[in-house]
């Protein structure tokens, strides 16, 4: 799995339809085979939260992880916030650094692989390839059957891929690629004139799966839902460059649209992304040299807008969500008198505004609203300007100060 970690980390359009197909659907469970195979292609579940607040949370840590290629780290710092927050006790890892770091290494990796490979499905379907090659992933520690299957080139409807398309058990690496001609299949590392093994389906009396695959792992993730992830992927809204699609996210039943936003915006690994991303736009603005290569992108979401976030009357902003264009990062950052918002301020804004105490228009200026939160010694207004579907900061004063 290491030495595939770069690639999943990079999310494609559809992975992220393969995760948000799950958040439709929360599923308290006490242990982690309380879903089973094909289920989990459109269904969410940590093993052991019960709660649907705690299960938001949770969604929200993976499903930024996922279509924004968070890293582990910042997954474990969002799981360690989320625990304490909702005083979640009980959950097996619990105690140990080594028992957490076990713990939040299954949960990434599983909702990584599976979603990934149930992207790289959905494409190998569309792109209609006439055989299917399996590769092992390269995993220091090979397991033999793998390395077995390893190269083996079929049709798609092969039983074969029924069972064992990868990843086959907890930490595989294994994946498959697509090819038109045996001058294709070696292409991509295959052979053609490679048999399967003759027991390859033969079972696992300890496992009821067939030797070489964990308990549970004997389906092909994301084949239950191929079409619809098809059509998913193919929404431009798949691709929106800030991370959430807000329209699959305002798909959702709309209490658990708006648990998963409010729990989005409180991830401490979004106030992380929030201040580098402002550290580089400003630094880019300012001429000064990034080391490394960069693409800054040109805005991030703060998720969706939420029912208690909303004026009273007026603009209906459903389906809407809050939004920092870097063009006006720069302005707002740039201010010349009173406090000038740093970047840390701007990293404590997302979980600042599910917190507003008054929500209102701005008078005389259609499509402008003020977002007015009131913390111990500072009051802060976050002007939003309504445009492209997405409510955009174009001010932020704190303290009384304005830009």
């Excluded at 879903?35 to 299960?55: P, Y």
């Excluded at 058990?169 to 048999?195: H, N």
């Excluded at 239950?224 to 699609?245: F, H, N, T």
């Excluded at 969500?321 to 010349?336: K, Q």
Aim: hydrophobic residues 40%; glycine residues 10%.
């Amino acid at each position: 799995m290491s030495d595939l970690a770069a690639v999943f980390r990079r999310p494609f359009p559809e992975q992220v339809a393969a995760f948000r197909l799950r958040l439709r659907n929360l599923v308290p469970t006490a242990r982690w085979d309380d879903i089973r195979r094909a289920q989990h292609d459109r269904a969410f579940m940590v093993a052991g939260a019960l709660k649907a607040d705690l299960l938001a949370d949770l969604a929200a840590a993976v499903d930024k992880a996922v279509s924004q290629g968070g890293t582990l780290e910042d997954f474990r710092r969002d799981f360690r916030a989320i625990v304490e927050s909702r005083g979640w006790h009980g959950w097996t890892g619990e105690g140990t650094a080594k028992g957490e770091a076990w713990r939040t290494k299954v949960i990434y990796r599983t909702n990584m692989a599976t979603t990934y490979a149930a992207g790289r499905l959905a494409q190998l379907v569309a792109g209609n390839f006439s055989y299917w090659v399996y590769r092992h992933g390269g995993s220091r520690e090979p397991r033999i059957q793998h390395l077995s299957w390893n190269g083996v080139a079929l049709p798609p409807d092969h039983p074969f891929w029924q069972t064992h398309a990868p990843p086959n058990g907890w930490g595989c690496s294994c994946y498959i690629v697509g090819a038109r001609t045996e001058a294709g299949i070696r292409r991509v590392g295959g052979d053609p004139a490679k048999k399967l093994p003759e027991d390859w389906d033969a079972l696992d009396a300890r496992t009821g799966a067939p030797a070489g695959i964990d308990k549970g792992w004997d389906y092909a993730p994301g084949a239950s839902a191929v079409q619809d992830l098809i059509a998913m992927a193919a929404e431009k809204s798949v691709d929106w460059p800030a991370g959430i699609a807000k329209a699959h996210m305002a798909s959702l039943p709309p209490g658990q649209a708006e648990a998963v936003a409010r729990s989005y915006r409180a991830l401490p690994s979004l106030a992380q992304d929030l201040r580098r991303w402002a550290e580089r736009v400003q630094g880019e603005r300012n001429g000064a040299p990034i080391a490394g290569p960069v693409q800054i992108e040109p805005l991030r979401t703060l998720g969706l807008v939420t029912q208690s976030a909303r004026p009273e009357g007026g603009l209906d902003l459903t389906g809407v969500d809050f939004a920092i264009a870097a063009e006006d990062l720069v302005h707002i950052l740039g201010a010349s008198s009173g406090r000038t918002p740093s970047v840390e301020d701007l990293g404590r804004l997302a979980a600042l505004l599910d917190r507003a105490t008054e929500v209102r228009e701005v008078k005389g200026a259609a499509g402008l609203l003020d977002w007015i939160i009131r913390t111990p010694g500072e009051e802060w207004t976050a002007r939003f300007e309504l445009r492209d579907g997405s409510l955009f900061l174009v001010e932020l004063n704190i303290g009384g100060s304005k830009r």
